[in-house]
């Protein structure tokens, strides 16, 4: 037989509700035990009657995890608190970042000329003023750009000459050695040439015996 669906109300019958009160509180500590046995969890149950009886349970003591839920609680609310504020600043911020984005927008429409036919003498010399200061910078910073360039070639032509220079030592020395080897050796051979030419004179003067005049 298929049990019935209890509709959850409040039992008007003083002894019926009074039993279901005991069955269920006992389903209750029974439940929390099985639960923190299992489980190995942290457990604490607190149930008054009508009546004001207390029936409680705790898996180590209720007081320490009373304190310890109101610990989590408090920061908890800290931590929305904490949502809370943030989210207000980020408000603020789009709400400053919208008007900063419109207040460049209408700059830039003026600095375009667009509707410029509705500006008063003060605004049209306002935007001439900025214009100028714009363009005064951008000078500037074309003038730096050229300088920094000029610097960049200067130095790349000093390296250049660097380079040039020892190229033209490096062909100097290996052209200037053939030189003066050459004459040194012609005259070491001219030098030997002199040696045997005075060894044979000295060689034809000494050879025979001398002769006396009119023999």
């Known amino acids: 037989m298929v049990r019935g ?39 604490a149950l607190i149930i008054f009657s009508q009546k004001g009886r207390l029936s409680e349970f705790s898996s180590s003591n209720t007081q320490k995890t009373i304190e310890r839920y109101l610990e989590h609680a408090k920061q908890g609310r800290n931590t929305s608190i904490e949502v809370e504020q943030h989210t207000q600043h980020l408000k603020h911020e789009a709400v400053y970042m919208g008007k900063k984005i419109e207040l460049l927008e209408n700059s830039q429409r003026k600095l375009l000329g667009h509707n410029i036919g509705e500006y008063s003498m003060e605004e049209v010399q306002e935007i001439e003023n900025q214009l ?18 000029i610097e960049k070639l200067q130095a790349k032509e000093k ?24 004459p040194k050796k012609q005259n070491e051979t001219g ?20 002769t006396r005049n009119g023999s």
């Not at 509700?17 to 029974?30: A, P, Y």
């Not at 390296?159 to 050459?182: D, S, T, Y």
Request: aromatic share 4%; proline share 2%.
């Open 5 to 43: 669906k209890v509709q959850l109300k409040r039992i008007e019958n003083t002894t019926s509700r009074q039993v279901t009160f005991s069955k269920r509180r006992n389903g209750l500590l029974k439940k929390a035990y099985e639960l923190s046995v299992l489980c190995d969890a942290e457990v």
């Open 132 to 149: 100028e200061r714009s363009l005064k910078n951008i000078r500037a910073r074309k003038v730096q750009l050229y300088k920094e360039e």
């Open 159 to 182: 390296v250049l000459f660097e380079e040039k220079a020892r190229l033209i030592e490096k062909v100097h020395l290996q052209c200037g050695n053939r030189p003066r080897n050459a």
């Open 191 to 210: 030098r030997s040439n002199k040696n045997t030419l005075s060894s044979e004179v000295v060689t034809e003067l000494f050879i025979g015996l001398p």
